[in-house]
């Protein structure tokens, strides 16, 4: 099946840094791939949409300057959060449409554990 | 707008009992309905899925679910519980075609032995 993966698994940086999560389809072409926030406990918010050379769509709420997301080719996404703050910790996944299967259903990435200090 | 309800935040069973988890939606269109599990610290892993076609559909690890359009339901069954099915499980709703997933809050399966 469609293997999507993402790096790093677990990140810890100071409050005002930047940190890039990448998600990357190991064995397919995704044209799309989502991201995802979750918080403890809780279920998978949609943050954006992201199109492969085309700016992504962002989901009402999602602040556009502070998570910066790069499509650049079709089999990596790139989500960058800018001057992190602990109120930005939180879980990230990724997922990504797999054309050979549809299109109907999205592949999740194990998801990256971002900590703010 | 799309929604999922799915009914209790965490259910607990014995091994070898019953699994049922509840899960209703609202779609203004027959949508495509997904149950995922996750694990702990890891990324969501899709259990079965509807989009047409028969309305039992069979997925992994033994689970299933039924599509139910007059009770817009997609409850998951398991006739017999592992220890290792304990994890957080999603359902999830889109439109048909080339749309976004809408989750559920997560339902928590606790097995004891």
């Known amino acids: 099946g469609a293997v999507v993966s993402q790096h790093p698994s677990w990140v810890i940086c100071k409050s005002g840094t930047s940190v890039k999560i990448e998600c990357r389809s190991l064995?397919?072409?995704?044209?799309?791939m989502f991201w995802y926030r979750q918080f403890p406990k809780q279920s998978l918010m949609l943050m954006a949409t992201?199109?492969?050379?085309?700016?992504?769509?962002?989901e009402q709420g999602v602040e556009k300057d502070k998570f910066l997301i790069n499509h650049a080719s079709l089999t990596l996404s790139t989500l960058t959060v800018t001057s992190a703050h602990p109120e930005d910790s939180s879980f990230y996944i990724c997922?990504?449409?797999?054309?050979?299967?549809?299109?109907?259903?999205?592949?999740f990435g194990p998801g990256t554990r971002l900590t703010v200090l | 707008a799309q929604s999922v309800t799915q009914l209790g935040s965490h259910v607990s069973v014995s091994e070898g009992a019953l699994v049922l988890l509840r899960c209703n939606y609202s779609?203004?269109?027959?949508?495509?309905l997904f149950w995922y599990v996750q694990y702990p610290n890891q990324g969501l892993q899709l259990l079965l899925k509807?989009?047409?076609?028969?309305?039992l559909v069979k997925g992994i690890n033994g689970f299933e679910a039924e599509f139910k359009k007059s009770e817009t339901s997609f409850h998951l069954t398991k006739p017999s519980a592992h220890m290792s099915d304990a994890a957080e499980y999603f359902c999830?709703?889109?439109?048909?075609?080339?749309?976004?997933?809408?989750f559920g809050k997560g339902t928590m399966l606790l097995v004891s032995p």
């Open positions: 509807y989009t047409t076609g028969a309305t």
């Open positions: 779609s203004s269109v027959p949508p495509y």
């Open positions: 992201s199109n492969e050379g085309s700016k992504a769509t962002y």
């Open positions: 064995d397919f072409q995704a044209t799309t």
């Open positions: 999830a709703v889109s439109d048909r075609g080339y749309s976004t997933l809408t």
């Open positions: 997922s990504a449409r797999d054309p050979r299967a549809g299109g109907t259903e999205q592949f």
